[in-house]
């Protein structure tokens, strides 16, 4: 079981840069074993995956939307996933939420049904 609380989200103006960070508590052994995602939720739309990381981090997926702005990190002994955002446009706008999913391999799934742990989400409202 895995529990996870993202943090960061606020409002900035388009072309800045913010770092959201997902906290999970649990069993470090059981974190180390899940690949770590995140997506996000505009209003009015479905929530949609943004980027994804495998269990030792040593592989990437991103969204083309979001390819070469955003990076997704990870630090297993902290237990905690990262997201840094850079020039952000207005459409980058929603709720992002941090994923978890077991694997018992380094696959990385990148739909949003195969996630099995949820954080709350945290709002990213960014301006024109």
């Known amino acids: 079981q895995v529990q996870l609380v993202e943090s960061g989200g606020g409002l900035v103006q388009a072309g800045g840069s913010l770092t959201l960070s997902c906290a999970a508590s649990?069993?470090?052994?059981?974190?180390?074993?899940?690949?770590m995602a995140w997506f996000r939720q505009a209003p009015g739309k479905e929530r949609e995956f943004v980027a994804a990381?495998?269990?030792?981090?040593?592989?990437?997926y991103y969204a083309d939307s979001v390819k070469g702005r955003f990076t997704i990190s990870r630090d297993n002994d902290k237990m905690t996933a990262s997201l840094q955002m850079n020039s952000l446009n207005p459409e980058d706008t929603g709720v992002y939420y941090c994923?978890?999913?077991?694997?018992?391999?380094?696959?990385?799934?990148?739909?949003?049904?195969?996630?099995?742990?949820w954080g709350q989400g945290t709002q990213v409202t960014v301006s024109s």
């Open positions: 649990g069993r470090a052994y059981a974190y180390s074993r899940c690949s």
């Open positions: 994923a978890a999913k077991s694997t018992i391999s380094s696959y990385t799934p990148r739909s949003l049904p195969e996630y099995d742990y």
């Open positions: 990381i495998s269990r030792s981090g040593g592989s990437k």
